[in-house]
């Protein structure tokens, strides 16, 4: 029926024979293979280098040095980076900048915490049952609609001026991307895998444990970088506007008292932030997934 | 001897996969029946009714199956999260599950790969994981799709040898899908032609152990069933492919 079937039908015969004599061609010529690498055409990336990352910021840094030290830039304008680590251990030696920075990833991380179980389980009863994405699905599409800016209002009729109210307007924040990356894993899982589930006589519970939530995870992993991100940013609006305490009031104050040195510490502080937590999540992801074969690994 | 398996009258409508049309079949204990026949004949149909992998088809009949049936599907389907042990003893209850586990990746020849990435495997290698997970659970039936459809030719041979020692040792009944004639003689006892969702021929192999007679008979079967999907083994397409194979 096919070229399979003939060197089957003489599978037996095939492996107990001699091998054919292997014959000398003289006439043909040889090509010459060049026997240093890289001659082949790669489309996949080479290894990563593991400071690759750094080289972007650094330029940044470098171009904004330059700027400053040339005179270029007006320090009313953007102080320079220099004065922006004088302002920044001043800050440290009084304690201010560690204690707000304290105050605030204490904040952050309840929220997180809060929003991405939230968006888990949301995600889970909506990608598993039908009901579950009737009901929740097209509220959370139109959560996504309502910025954060316009609920806060809201937010703090129902839960006061305090604590609640702002780990509550970071989860709220938190929870979406967590939610639709989760669901979209969760509805994306092979059929395949499904049907072996059943054939292996697995329970819902063994099938929602073994194979859906790792099925899952690189969605929700995924969905959590942006929440660690969306975190933050949710944090600089509820402190901006409302708070005694934290970086964000750090930098409300400053601008009051036209400190543009601690606005841009302020500033910094939140970027590096959102860099190192997003860091570790890719450190969380990398461990987590290690079984996946991509183009990046 | 009795029918482990019993199909009577089994019809299926606008499955994606083909259609049924009335079957009757039955399987002794321990028979190995090869289900040959074109694509869309209704051979994975059947056997994803008895696998009870069909939910939304619609149809009639009845069947009775055993309670302990595993499947082998055309890829491997292991879970890629999963190192290769935990891949065979998914589901596996008991307090020596993992041991089990151990025994029936060393038959197919993987010990030592248990702690291995299913990525980290050759196609060959991931089915054989497959076969270990089916094995693992004792099957009274053995349902297999296209097992050996994606493989190269040498590594089917290997497998040929590898599913037969297997059966000796675990004697399950065995339902084989598979379109490929050769295969269907060196593995079956009872070869099962489906034609538009209908059994169109029981043959009996009965193939001779070894020696000259194994090959007049094989010869004379494949002949027999390429000819009745019209293609003659001596000229024409099959013998040029032949050559190529070969070559």
Do not use: C
């Amino acid at each position: 029926m096919n070229s399979l079937t003939a060197i089957d039908a003489n599978a037996g015969s095939a492996l107990t024979a001699p091998p054919p004599a292997v014959t000398a061609r003289p006439e043909t010529p040889r090509r010459a293979i060049p026997s240093s690498a890289g001659s082949g055409r790669r489309l996949g990336l080479e290894k990563a280098s593991r400071f690759g990352w750094a080289l972007g910021p650094f330029l940044l840094v470098l171009y904004w040095s330059v700027l400053s030290y040339t005179g270029f830039l007006d320090p009313r304008t953007l102080p320079a980076p220099w004065v922006a680590v004088d302002t920044a251990v001043d800050l440290v030696r009084t304690g201010r900048l560690q204690d707000n920075l304290a105050i605030s990833a204490w904040r952050a991380f309840q929220g997180l915490l809060l929003g991405s179980g939230v968006g888990l389980v949301l995600a889970l009863l909506s990608g598993l049952s039908l009901l579950g994405g009737y009901v929740i699905d097209g509220v959370v599409q139109l959560k996504r609609g309502v910025p954060v800016l316009a609920l806060i209002p809201f937010m703090i009729l129902w839960f006061g001026i305090g604590e609640v109210m702002k780990v509550s307007v970071i989860a709220v924040t938190v929870f979406v991307p967590i939610y639709v990356h989760t669901h979209n894993a969760l509805r994306a899982i092979d059929i395949k895998q499904v049907e072996l589930a059943e054939t292996l006589g697995l329970t819902h519970l063994e099938f929602i444990r073994h194979v859906v939530l790792p099925g899952a995870l690189p969605g929700l992993l995924l969905g959590l970088r942006f929440g660690v991100t969306a975190s933050w940013l949710a944090l600089v609006v509820v402190e901006q506007l409302n708070a005694s305490s934290g970086i964000g009031y750090m930098v409300t104050l400053a601008r009051n008292y036209a400190q543009t040195d601690v606005m841009l510490v302020g500033l910094i502080v939140y970027a590096l932030l959102g860099l190192g937590s997003d860091a570790l999540v890719r450190l969380v992801q990398g461990r987590a997934l290690r079984w996946r074969r991509t183009l990046a690994a | 001897m009795s029918a482990v398996v019993s199909i009577r009258g089994l019809t299926r409508r606008f499955t994606l996969k083909g259609i049924l049309n009335g079957i009757d079949l039955d399987i002794q204990e321990g028979e190995f029946v090869a289900l040959l026949g074109r694509s869309g004949s209704g051979k994975s149909t059947l056997l994803r009714a008895l696998a009870d992998l069909d939910h939304e088809a619609e149809g009639e009949g009845e069947y009775s199956v055993p309670d302990r049936i595993s499947v082998v599907f055309q890829d491997a389907r292991l879970l890629p999260w999963k190192p290769v042990l935990d891949n065979v003893v998914l589901g596996l209850r008991g307090p020596d599950a993992r041991e089990r586990g151990r025994r029936a990746l060393a038959e197919v020849e993987l010990a030592g790969r248990e702690e291995a990435w299913p990525h980290e495997l050759s196609g060959g290698e991931q089915q054989r994981v497959a076969l270990a997970r089916s094995l693992v659970r004792e099957p009274q039936l053995l349902l297999a799709d296209e097992p050996f459809g994606a493989l190269d030719a040498l590594t089917r041979i290997r497998m040929h040898a590898l599913l037969r020692r297997l059966r000796v040792s675990h004697d399950p009944a065995v339902l084989l899908v598979t379109h490929d004639v050769a295969e269907a003689i060196e593995l079956a006892d009872r070869i099962v032609i489906l034609e538009d969702g209908r059994i169109h021929r029981d043959i009996t192999v009965n193939l001779p152990a070894e020696g000259e007679a194994r090959r007049e008979r094989f010869a004379e079967l494949e002949e027999e069933l390429l000819a009745l999907f019209g293609v003659r083994s001596d000229t024409g397409v099959g013998h040029g492919e032949r050559e190529r194979a070969q070559g």
